[in-house]
């Protein structure tokens, strides 16, 4: 029986440790993009003011682009090949993506399409937005990552507290392993220790991600494949 706990145990652990090194990928790889997005739009932005259309630019700017935005940039090409205009192109795209500020860089160029010189003032203050954005981003992590670490040593601080008084006197750990009260005040210090953790987590996460937003729904297969 114990045997079947344990393996019951391990695949649970097994199954846990792959959804979180998918899902830490998967964040890796929209932060990567996120930061390759502003000299994407750069380049864009070169393309237009050397006279090509916006169309002609996504084309030439696809096929140099690697990661999660040139997966997303070869699709929104798909779509074109088939016939469909920029700008509802534009709109899927702006619906679909899972990078952030693609959506500011498709408002600027749907309101801008057909008005050149807009378009080209309108890339290059998307392009410097989102390079702040990530300079910002990036600066919220390291303070974010600073408060991590407060707070592991906060919550590891009381058990190794614990421990070494036992070490020091052998006698608290006859008493708090031993009594009732001992017992019990064991227990309410890991509860609230576990209390403390999870909330310093949530206040991280809030300072590094935002405040939570209702999802929108997303495409179960690419945006830029036909529905079958």
Do not use: K, N, Y
Not at 31 to 60: H, I, K, M, N, Q
Not at 163 to 189: E, I, K, N, Q, W
């Amino acid at each position: 029986m114990t045997a079947v706990f344990a393996a019951l145990a391990a695949a649970a652990l097994g199954w846990w440790a792959r959804r979180a090194v998918a899902r830490a990928r998967t964040t890796h790889d929209r932060r990567r993009a996120a930061v390759t997005l502003p000299g994407a739009v750069a380049d864009l932005a070169r393309s237009v003011r050397a006279g090509a259309t916006l169309e002609v630019a996504v084309r030439e700017l696809a096929p140099t682009t690697d990661g999660v935005l040139g997966t997303e940039l070869r699709g929104a090409v798909t779509l074109l090949d088939r016939g469909h205009g920029v700008d509802r192109v534009l709109d899927l795209w702006g619906r679909a993506t899972r990078i952030e500020g693609v959506s500011l860089l498709v408002a600027a160029c749907r309101f801008s399409i057909g008005r050149t010189v807009a378009l080209e003032r309108a890339l290059d203050g998307v392009a410097a937005a989102l390079l702040d954005r990530v300079e910002v981003g990036d600066e919220v992590r390291a303070l974010a990552a600073q408060a991590r670490t407060s707070a592991i040593v906060l919550v590891a601080l009381p058990p190794a507290g614990a421990v070494l008084f036992g070490l020091l006197d052998p006698g608290f750990a006859s008493v708090v392993a031993a009594t009732t009260a001992g017992r019990v005040c064991v227990a309410l210090g890991l509860a609230l220790d576990g209390a403390g953790a999870l909330a310093s987590r949530a206040l991280v996460r809030r300072a590094v991600e935002g405040p939570a937003r209702p999802g929108r729904r997303r495409p179960a297969l690419p945006w830029w494949e036909p529905a079958r």
